[in-house]
Structure formats: structure tokens, C-alpha cells
């Protein structure tokens, strides 16, 4: 019989592999995000280059109307325990040495301008921009980011004056 309550949000009713299916959630994130950003919208694409620390492009804005401006994006998705990792390097491919944070890192403003993360949950989005993380530890819970929770402002407004009053906001 087939269930009445099914939900968009339902979770591995194949029952594929924990390990393999949380691989895969990241990427059907990833394809997610794209799709909400079009439907806002914005120029996205996602980048087809694996091996750098951003998963999509956008052109957010300066202000409303105003000047494009090119972004690098890192999508995360939000843990079970509801926090965001701000961290990248700690999966791999064949060659990998499994040794606990040899090579994970924090990212920074070098690595990428954006980072969005999704409530698996919800399909809520955490628009986090990067230089927001420098003074967090290496994950958030979203109940601390409440203010950046599906804040299409920020891609509206992606200045100095509009962040720094957001990232004040957050430190209250």
C-alpha cells in the first residue's frame, strides 16, 4: 500500500547505504540550491572543476538594481544535530590517507565568498557569507543564525555597509 503522508523532504526511503546516501545528499543539495537561487531569479551554475572549495557560481548584487557581482559558492548541509560545518578537505577519493583532520581546513574568504547551508529537513537555506566565519569555531548551529535563514537580502545587497550591520545583528 502506498503511503499517504510522502513529503518532499523524505529521506532515503530506498534505503541506500548511510555512508553512500550522506555523499549523495550533499550533491542533491548542491542541485537544490541551484534550483531555488533560478527560481529567485539569479544567474547560477554549478561548477563542473571538482577539487576547489566552492560547489556553484551566482551574480548577487550590490545593491537592488545595481551591479552584478560574481560569487563563489560552498554548499553544506546542515547535521543532524543542527549545526553547519564550515570545513572542507575531510573526504576524498582513492588516494586518500584516512588520518582524522590531516587535511581539513577552515575556509576563508580565499576559498570562497559564500557559504550556503540546508536544512535537510526543511529545505531552508543558510546564507552565511564566508567572511561572517573568521570569528566562529569550524561549525554553527543554525539556531544562531537565524537572521541569515532564507535572507534573499543578502544577494540583494552585497556590500560592506549591509554585512556588517547583518554580521552586528548576529553578535547580539
Do not use: C
Amino acid at each position: 500500500m502506498l503511503s499517504k503522508d510522502r513529503k518532499v523532504t523524505d529521506l532515503n526511503i530506498t534505503g541506500k547505504n548511510p555512508n553512500a546516501f550522506a555523499a549523495l545528499l550533499g550533491d542533491a543539495h548542491e542541485f537544490l540550491v541551484t534550483g531555488i537561487l533560478i527560481r529567485l531569479g539569479f544567474d547560477v551554475g554549478t561548477m563542473q572543476v571538482k577539487g576547489v572549495a566552492y560547489d556553484l557560481w551566482l551574480f548577487a548584487y550590490e545593491n537592488p538594481n545595481g551591479r552584478k557581482v560574481s560569487l563563489r559558492v560552498q554548499t553544506k548541509t546542515a547535521s543532524d544535530s543542527g549545526s553547519i560545518k564550515f570545513t572542507g578537505g575531510s573526504r576524498g577519493g582513492v588516494d586518500r590517507i584516512y588520518i582524522p583532520h590531516v587535511k581539513e581546513y577552515k575556509y576563508t574568504t580565499e576559498h570562497n565568498d559564500l557559504i550556503i547551508g540546508v536544512d535537510k529537513h526543511t529545505f531552508d537555506l543558510y546564507l552565511i557569507p564566508t567572511r561572517f566565519i573568521e570569528k566562529w569555531g569550524k561549525s554553527r548551529s543554525i539556531r544562531k543564525m537565524q537572521a541569515l535563514k532564507n535572507n534573499w537580502d543578502i544577494l540583494l545587497n552585497w556590500n560592506d555597509d549591509f554585512r556588517e550591520k547583518l554580521e552586528a545583528s548576529l553578535l547580539k
